[in-house]
């Protein structure tokens, strides 16, 4: 079951830091361990996009725009993901009309909407499997700090409002390695939202060294956002920063009336299900959530009702500088081809 982030990892450093802090050291020092060894080649070039922090900053929708890049300039990407939530170990095809999230993860079924994408907690053999279904390009939704698989492109993101929060290693902070030691396998670093305190600091030391750095928001599906206008909403979401989620709704000019916010791929129980209808029914109120979340309603019997009234909000990340950014990943994508070419 997905446990809750302790709520100081979020906030200054303090004493559950401190105290936390020689695990944190050595947690630390076997993450940049793994991140220095060597992976195999992949018969494709790799393009992997990862957080520097536990939780949820915008990667998946930073895979889904990358694939989308790599759609319009004639690539045929297919995106591989180890699956988190599921109970298979793959390598397999995600078929979103037989396989549920129970079996795959809620990630992959979103995924599985725009490209092929292949489940493998083995990533090599993934990415095998990919080739064999003709991607010209595999895309790792996570994957960063694993070394199996030898990236091309390496783009980490970043929620700009949450950052790095106290700027430790878990455990006596979310980081799951030291900055700099992520940043120097990094090709680029994208920032989700305004950055601030914490976030302007790790973009300016990305800048000091030589990473481009980009700007990146969340925008809301327009169509989703007009059914929901007028509307009084009880939003809930199981993801790593719900607040992000419940923000987006009210910048957008939604009425969130009720929020309620679980922990990240929340598996929902039946009385938890029950408990949100009928808040909903008793202040009139519309259910909202995340696709994700959908994702994980879907196929589950004991949510059947819950799955049928709410109302998913799907987001696309939008980049500031788009063409900079698919130019930058097109070179390294046709280095990479060359590379394997040559052998």
């Given at each position: 079951m997905p446990m809750r982030e302790p709520a100081f990892w979020w906030g200054k450093r303090g004493l559950a830091a401190g105290a936390l802090a020689p695990l944190a050291a050595i947690y630390g020092g076997v993450a940049a361990a793994r991140l220095a060894k060597s992976g195999a080649r992949a018969e494709r070039p790799v393009v992997c996009v990862g957080n520097l922090t536990v939780g949820g900053a915008g990667k998946t929708p930073t895979a889904l725009a990358i694939a989308g890049f790599l759609a319009s300039a004639g690539e045929q990407p297919a995106f591989l993901t180890r699956g988190y939530g599921g109970r298979l170990a793959g390598p397999l095809l995600v078929e979103p009309a037989r396989h549920h999230a129970a079996e795959v993860g809620d990630e992959p079924l979103l995924l599985a909407r725009a490209a092929p994408t292949i489940v493998a907690r083995e990533r090599v053999a993934g990415a095998a499997l990919a080739v064999k279904c003709r991607a010209g390009a595999v895309v790792m939704d996570d994957g960063f700090q694993n070394p199996s698989l030898t990236k091309d492109f390496s783009v980490l993101v970043l929620d700009g409002r949450r950052g790095v929060g106290n700027g430790c290693v878990v455990p006596a902070g979310p980081l799951r390695a030291p900055v700099i030691v992520q940043l120097e396998r990094a090709q680029a670093l994208i920032v989700v939202g305004p950055a601030l305190d914490s976030a302007k600091t790790v973009a300016n030391v990305a800048r000091a060294q030589g990473i481009p750095v980009f700007a990146a928001r969340l925008e809301p599906d327009a169509g989703a956002l007009a059914?929901?206008?007028?509307?009084?909403?009880?939003?809930?979401?199981?993801?790593?920063?719900?607040?992000?989620?419940?923000?987006?709704?009210?910048?957008?000019?939604?009425?969130?009336?009720?929020?309620?916010?679980?922990?990240?791929?929340?598996?929902?129980?039946?009385?938890?299900a029950r408990t949100l209808c009928e808040a909903a029914d008793r202040d009139g109120l519309t259910l909202v959530t995340t696709e994700k979340d959908q994702a994980r309603l879907a196929g589950e019997s004991h949510l059947v009702t819950l799955a049928q009234r709410v109302h998913p909000l799907p987001v696309a990340l939008k980049l500031e500088d788009e063409v900079r950014f698919k130019s930058l990943l097109?070179?390294?994508?046709?280095?990479?081809?060359?590379?394997?070419?040559?052998?």
């Open positions: 059914t929901l206008r007028g509307k009084r909403v009880l939003a809930f979401a199981g993801i790593g920063d719900p607040e992000r989620f419940f923000a987006t709704l009210a910048a957008a000019g939604i009425a969130v009336a009720a929020k309620r916010g679980f922990a990240d791929h929340h598996r929902y129980t039946e009385p938890e097109l070179q390294h994508i046709a280095a990479a081809r060359q590379w394997i070419a040559n052998g």
